[in-house]
């Protein structure tokens, strides 16, 4: 069972556009949100992470837009650049247990110059 | 600071054979885990550690074990290799419980 669905599986976007990854949740327990970034040949970095009390987290270039009612998550690439491009995963976990991570499937996201 | 490091990075393997993947952390985390990447499924948590001599099952442990005598060390351990088990294996860790996770490059595992 997924319970953490990511989409698009892939995306190609311009320099300097915008990138945007949405992911949806099903478990209602779930309250820490992180994004991981992953270039080839490396493992998972962490890119920017956000709990269900704020609506919006903002670090640099990356946002993450969160609605509860919804059980949706969403990172925002402001300016992107061909350095961006990578795998993005977002995932999920309860907060005692955030070793315990639920991830989404990937997109594969890339920075045309 | 080396951090998470898996050995070894690339292994082929025949059905029915075992092996250990090594994972060490020089960074004293408390928690530590074994993920496997499969394509269009994202990451997936095999077993994971809360600390020395505790260990439990994630989503997907069948055909693992893994063992943590150590705070530094979770070798996963592959008893009889099977073609489904043909993944990259990424290891990670964390400082304590609501903490980043920090991972490994990855060991992609072949098994014919």
């Known amino acids: 069972q997924q319970q953490v669905k990511q989409s698009p599986q892939s995306l190609i976007v311009q320099k300097g556009g915008i990138s945007i990854i949405n992911c949806a949740y099903e478990n209602t327990a779930f309250d820490y949100f992180p994004w991981y970034q992953q270039f080839p040949g490396k493992g998972p970095a962490l890119l920017i992470a956000?709990?269900?009390?704020?609506s919006e987290k903002k670090e640099g270039r990356f946002t993450i837009s969160f609605n509860k009612s919804a059980k949706q998550f969403s990172l925002h690439i402001m300016d992107s650049q061909p350095g961006d491009s990578a795998t993005y995963f977002c995932?999920?976990?309860?907060?005692?247990?955030?070793?315990?991570?639920?991830f989404g499937q990937g997109t594969r996201l890339t920075i045309n110059p | 600071n080396a951090g998470v490091t898996q050995t070894p990075k690339f292994q082929v393997l025949k059905t029915g054979q075992s092996m250990t993947l090594q994972c060490a952390q020089d960074?004293?985390?408390?928690?530590m885990s074994w993920y496997r990447q499969d394509p269009g499924m994202g990451l997936r948590l095999i077993h994971y550690s809360v600390g020395a001599g505790i260990t439990d099952q994630g989503e997907v442990p069948n055909g693992y074990n893994v063992s943590r005598s150590t705070t530094e060390d979770f070798p996963l351990r592959l008893l009889s290799a099977a073609p489904s088990q043909t993944s990259v294996y990424f290891c990670a860790s964390s400082l304590t419980q609501g903490q980043p996770q920090h991972f490994g490059d990855g060991t992609r595992l072949s098994i014919l």
């Open positions: 995932a999920a976990s309860l907060r005692q247990g955030a070793q315990k991570l639920v």
């Open positions: 960074m004293n985390h408390e928690y």
């Open positions: 956000i709990r269900p009390d704020v």
